[in-house]
């Protein structure tokens, strides 16, 4: 789990702690993952319309991204998992939403899911975000919160039609 601590002044000048912290949505002083979960939705509706190959290519390259960045911002830090770093509720978001359907609904049940999972961290999540650290640790709790969240959209789209 984030550990609260002050947001650092270097989020406003510094590239990769600026991309760390959501472009600047992990800034808030109360629920930073979900405003940096909600920072998440405009930039889903410029890439929604990715062939489903090219999205997972996206995913794939934004995680690894997302492991460099927040683990050398929570290196600078000296604070493993910062609460303002949410680049890794941004890609959690991306895992949740590849091949939703389109349109407003599915994008906010796949916040709601996502939020529910990524809070809630049921076993293995819980797990991933106790015992493994680094930037990689940072990103593979919010990895497997959007994975979870993936399947029970998917659940659900298969529900609704």
Request: charged share 10%; net charge negative.
């Amino acid at each position: 789990m984030a550990e609260k601590h002050p947001v650092p002044d270097s989020v406003w000048r510094n590239p990769i702690h600026f991309l760390a912290f959501g472009c600047g949505s992990g800034t808030v002083d109360k629920a930073p993952g979900t405003f940096g979960t909600l920072a998440a939705i405009p930039l889903y509706l410029l890439i929604q319309d990715l062939s489903v190959s090219n999205y997972f290519l996206l995913l794939i390259v934004t995680a690894l991204v997302g492991i460099l960045i927040c683990g050398k911002t929570s290196h600078d830090l000296g604070v493993h998992d910062h609460s303002g770093i949410v680049w890794d509720e941004f890609v959690g978001y991306w895992i949740t939403m590849w091949m939703a359907p389109e349109g407003w609904t599915y994008i906010i049940l796949g916040f709601i899911l996502f939020r529910f999972f990524d809070i809630w961290k049921p076993w293995p999540i819980s797990l991933a975000d106790k015992h493994v650290h680094g930037g990689f640790g940072i990103m593979f709790d919010d990895i497997l919160a959007g994975i979870f969240a993936f399947f029970a959209l998917q659940g659900l789209v298969q529900l609704i039609g």
